[in-house]
């Protein structure tokens, strides 16, 4: 099967190609360094040619919801777009737990993507994920200076790679819709864990578990951010994770 994958460059579409291959597919890496801009369209319908199937992890840093939502929706449309004309005939996209029940920004943004490639003209596949392991280590890290201020959330951490094993096993498969989400093996607090890693790992900082402030905020502490039914388990802990970090 060829698979394109779109934020192929990034962290997580490094370990996504990885998997795609290990299984024995032909693999087209997606990205502005290999010549394709996602928000243009330049360079797209060429990285498509003979493609079956779209896996899309690409992704803008940003707390800003307006602009997190013009990303979104140019990216998608122009994926499904230029999927469409290539003859692709599925559309996988990773989004996050609790984009439908955390009033935030950019989780509004992830969940109107969602919107969009379902109603999209080629089907489509949505994987929400929790919060990957290393969440902690890029909030400690995230900002300089003695103190990380993270916000109170509880999640259910779970292995990046086992993340991207989940995307190539539903891109082989048919377009399914909402398809059940994945998560670790436990309920913990991010601030606990980003203690963890300053203890273990470092940076050594002071950190504050702050909530958020509103009804997002509130969404977060008590389990907005906790997968809402049965699905996908990892089985790689956050105490696993840590000491593979080192």
């Known amino acids: 099967m060829r698979m394109a994958v779109a934020g192929g460059t990034g962290w997580v579409g490094k370990l996504v190609v990885a998997e795609a291959e290990k299984a024995g597919h032909d693999v087209v890496v997606i990205a502005r360094s290999r010549g394709v801009d996602l928000t243009t369209g330049a360079g797209l319908d060429e990285a498509l040619r003979g493609a079956d199937v779209v896996i899309d992890v690409s992704n ?3 707390v800003n919801g307006g602009v997190a939502t013009r990303f979104f929706e140019t990216v998608t449309r122009t994926l ?3 999927g469409k004309r290539a003859g692709v005939k599925h559309h996988v996209l990773l989004s996050i737990i609790g984009v439908d029940r955390v009033e935030w920004g950019y989780y509004q943004a992830k969940l109107n993507q969602e919107k969009v ?3 999209g003209a080629v089907p489509a596949t949505v994987l929400r994920a ?3 392991h290393e ?3 890029q909030s400690l890290t995230r900002m300089g200076g003695p103190v990380a201020v993270v916000p109170k959330m509880l999640s259910q951490p779970v292995a990046a790679r086992e993340v991207a094993a989940e995307l190539v096993r ?3 498969g048919e377009p399914r819709g909402q398809a059940p989400e994945i998560a670790g093996p436990e309920p913990l607090q991010m601030a606990d864990l980003v203690r963890q890693v300053a203890k273990r790992h470092g940076p050594r900082k002071l950190v ?3 909530p958020m402030p509103g009804r997002a905020g509130k969404a977060m502490a008590t389990g907005g951010n906790l997968p809402a039914g049965p699905g996908i388990r990892g089985t790689q802990t956050f105490d696993d994770w840590l000491a593979e970090l080192g």
């Open 135 to 137: 969440f902690a280590l």
């Open 130 to 132: 929790a919060q990957f």
């Open 117 to 119: 490639a379902l109603a």
């Open 60 to 62: 803008i840093e940003t």
């Open 170 to 172: 539903l891109a082989e």
């Open 208 to 210: 504050l578990g702050v």
């Open 80 to 82: 499904q777009d230029a």
